[in-house]
């Protein structure tokens, strides 16, 4: 079972930026992907962004394409999210996940962290 731990949110005006790290802890993330995703109050959990750990192969969604990169650092074990020109929109608690999967369902990945805040000012 592979341990997530979260961090780098934060307050942030519209336009800037923040880095997301999402560390494994307990065993590598070799043979995962992994994957953001996001929930804003009142809304469902959603497909942010994911990375085929072995390949590199990424995947965004629509809404923060061309805005966000996922990447990784094999040595330190830790996936990234670095999320530019943020919108308020974008404000929620993001969460990094691990499935041996390759999906942007929410329901196929069963190792999860605690989430991150992020929130974007107007």
């Known amino acids: 079972q592979v341990q997530l731990v979260e961090s780098g949110g934060g307050l942030v005006q519209a336009g800037g930026s923040l880095r997301l790290s999402c560390a494994a802890s307990?065993?590598?993330?070799?043979?995962?992907?992994v994957g953001w995703f996001r929930q804003a109050p009142g809304k469902e959990r959603e497909f942010v962004a994911r990375?085929?750990?072995?390949?590199?192969?990424?995947d965004y969604a629509d809404s923060v394409k061309g805005r966000f990169t996922i990447s990784r650092d094999n040595v330190k074990n830790t996936v990234y999210l670095q999320m530019n020109s943020l919108q308020p929109e974008d404000t929620a608690v993001y969460y990094c996940?691990?499935?041996?999967?390759?999906?942007?369902?929410?329901?196929?990945?069963?190792?999860w962290g605690q989430g991150t805040q992020v929130t974007v000012s107007s």
């Open positions: 996940a691990a499935t041996r999967a390759w999906s942007t369902d929410a329901h196929e990945y069963n190792n």
């Open positions: 307990g065993r590598t993330f070799s043979s995962y992907a």
């Open positions: 990375i085929a750990w072995t390949s590199g192969v990424t």
